[in-house]
């Protein structure tokens, strides 16, 4: 099994629990190593975000958590960047999720993970309602920031599929839009082998999805191109902190993964540790 968590959120961005009251929650499920990444502020501006002003103290409660909570559970400083990020410096970080939460077109963005009717309007006002348009838009955003940020991780890499249960949507079987998909996890990986693609339950915990990120087809393909892969919950309160984590597993041995890995400290950074499965 899986005892840690690297995508945690707190109330320092739009989480609901604060950082040690998620620390103490994942100590009693019995977790080895919690990893806290806060939404870092954006431009423009994101509500979801944290507030700039925060960050010295978000990162001063963090290591006071680590040094209260050494002998109960290892805990770790990471960020969570997207694609617009600003006011933080990744390498300060024990490390870094990238993600793209939004798409932009001049001054207008939609974000794509707000709700489904959001995202129709942002289909229709930028892609002429082509599913597959916005979907190559959101890959190639996606892949570009990944590339250019080389991160631990990438965050709920089909997070468009968010509100696309039974292909509420769109067709997610519809070959133009695997091929897309899954020519840019050729990409990601052409630049950065080592990445760690997560396996996220968290709509399964917010929207009741039946199955995590990245969905069946894309996660088998992740296993043929050699990826590596990591189970989150990106979690915003205690209750969810190791939600659905069996169904993660399950769906990861089903795609013909043998391992997942955790992250863990060593020598003042996260590294990446195998787990067989």
């Not at 067709?171 to 630049?191: G, N």
Request: aromatic share 10%; with cysteine.
């Amino acid at each position: 099994m899986v005892h840690s968590n690297c995508h945690t959120h707190t109330v320092f961005c739009d989480g609901k629990n604060t950082p040690e009251e998620m620390v103490r929650a994942a100590a009693e499920k019995g977790f080895a190593c919690l990893g806290f990444s806060f939404h870092c502020p954006m431009t423009p501006d994101a509500v979801w975000t944290i507030r700039p002003k925060k960050i010295g103290d978000y990162t001063a409660e963090i290591r006071r958590l680590q040094q209260v909570y050494a002998d109960r559970i290892e805990i770790l400083h990471g960020v969570e960047l997207d694609r617009d990020y600003c006011g933080v410096d990744p390498d300060s970080f024990d490390y870094t999720i990238a993600s793209v939460h939004q798409l932009t077109k001049g001054d207008e963005h939609f974000d794509v993970d707000d709700t489904a009717e959001t995202l129709r309007t942002c289909c229709e006002r930028f892609y002429g309602g082509d599913w597959c348009a916005l979907a190559a838009d959101y890959y190639d955003r996606l892949s570009r920031f990944v590339i250019d940020v080389q991160p631990t991780v990438v965050g709920h890499y089909d997070l468009i599929e968010k509100f696309n249960e039974h292909g509420a949507l769109f067709d997610s079987l519809d070959p133009r839009y695997l091929t897309v998909a899954k020519a840019h996890i050729d990409r990601i990986l052409a630049h950065c082998p080592d990445v760690l693609f997560e396996v996220n339950t968290g709509a399964m915990y917010r929207c009741g999805k039946a199955q995590p990120y990245p969905a069946a087809p894309l996660l088998r393909y992740l296993r043929e191109a050699g990826a590596k892969v990591i189970v989150t919950s990106d979690s915003h309160n205690t209750d969810s902190l190791d939600f659905a984590f069996a169904t993660a597993l399950a769906a990861i041995r089903a795609a013909g993964f043998t391992e997942v890995y955790e992250l863990r400290r060593q020598n003042g950074k996260a590294v990446a540790r195998p787990t067989a499965v």
